[in-house]
């Protein structure tokens, strides 16, 4: 997929581009590359390398550890203004613990880091309790953590958080890439709104460009604020109870190949992140209508379909890709767990 025009070129058409406003996704990829390059720090017991949706570290014969870490991002700007602070947290949890379980790893405990210009005891007490509600839901436990304070480097009202979560999985049960095959089926997952990725563009378009205020219901029949608030689904039972019951009669070789989580950059690049070379994925974008807010964002910015594509998650925050003999019991298993899905997709082999 070409990219968009961005930053200056973008803004000078009138569409609204996450480098317009203030992110930029090349540099970060960038970024990324160029610390592959420089590191040193190993141990034998690492499984894999960067780019995974979460680290590997093999404790035993048997099993492996996975670790991830992450934040909101700048949702939580949304939180300051609209003075809420119980829900960022269960964000934070859904952006660690979900990258987690993409391998097929149960996450077992998390802590968190909280770093604000002030320490007002019951914000913090509101941004844990958060916390601790995402990880109830989750199936883990909160452990510990680190409040810092940082007068001077950042205002009285600002924070930021940020989390870590440790899980284990069977050697033999990691999902990924070398289990997927031709023919698999692509189950998307419904997400909750926007998640916690994209908002640096969302608050320009929103709030910057067509100031629509927090508490304004004229686009969405509700308040925006609310609308940006609402928490991130969390996936990781739903993942784990569709590993468990897709197995074979023997236990082995379950219908779920791989999970992508689908977060920054979008339905197509994490998918392509969960695919070995020579197969790709085909989705049918008609079978899944986004949440209005998406629209909103669009219309109000003048926001490309290629540049909402790689910046949001457009309506699907998790996606399962399963033999397809095993689709309708994936359906079913999340049907009921309340969680909305469909088949969106397949995998096909690369034309040549």
């Known amino acids: 997929m070409t990219p968009p025009p961005t930053g200056q070129a973008g803004a000078a058409e009138g569409r609204a581009t996450y480098a317009a406003a203030g992110v930029d996704i090349e540099a970060g990829d960038r970024a990324v590359e160029l610390i592959k390059g420089r590191l040193r720090s190993t141990r034998p017991e690492v499984v894999g390398g960067l780019g995974g949706f979460a680290g590997l570290f093999r404790i035993d014969d048997r099993r492996l550890l996975a670790t991830s870490t992450d934040g909101v991002g700048t949702k939580v700007a949304i939180a300051q203004a609209m003075d809420r602070h119980d829900t960022i947290g269960i964000d934070l949890v859904g952006m660690v613990v979900d990258d987690i379980v993409v391998c097929g790893a149960e996450p077992l405990f998390m802590t968190d880091y909280i ?31 680190e409040t810092a304070e940082h007068p001077g480097l950042l205002g009285p009202d600002d924070y930021d958080v940020a989390g870590a979560a440790t899980g284990v999985v069977d050697a033999d049960a990691v999902l990924g890439p070398e289990r997927v095959r031709a023919g698999d089926v692509v189950i998307a997952m419904a997400s909750s709104g926007l998640h916690s990725n994209g908002y640096s563009l969302a608050r320009h378009v929103l709030l910057d460009v067509a100031r629509i205020g927090l508490d304004s219901t004229a686009d969405l029949g509700e308040p925006l604020g609310e609308v940006l608030l609402t928490p991130t689904r969390i996936y990781t039972k739903d993942c784990l109870a569709l590993i468990a019951e897709l197995r074979d009669a023997d ?72 033999a397809a003999a095993q689709a309708d019991a994936a359906l079913a298993v999340l049907a009921s767990r309340n969680v909305p899905s469909w088949v969106a997709g397949d995998i096909s082999t690369t034309e040549a």
């Open 115 to 145: 770093a604000c210009g002030r320490v007002v005891p019951e914000r913090i007490a509101d941004i844990v309790a958060g916390i601790d509600a995402g990880c109830v839901l989750a199936g883990c436990a909160l452990v510990g953590g």
């Open 251 to 322: 236990g082995h070789d379950g219908g779920v190949h791989a999970f992508s989580h689908v977060t920054g950059g979008g339905l197509t690049a994490n998918l392509e992140r969960v695919l070995p070379a020579g197969l790709t994925a085909s989705i049918d974008r008609s079978s899944w209508t986004p949440a209005p807010i998406f629209e909103v964002i669009a219309s109000r910015g003048n926001v490309t379909a290629d540049e909402m594509e790689r910046t949001f998650n457009l309506g699907v925050g998790m996606v399962a890709v399963v």
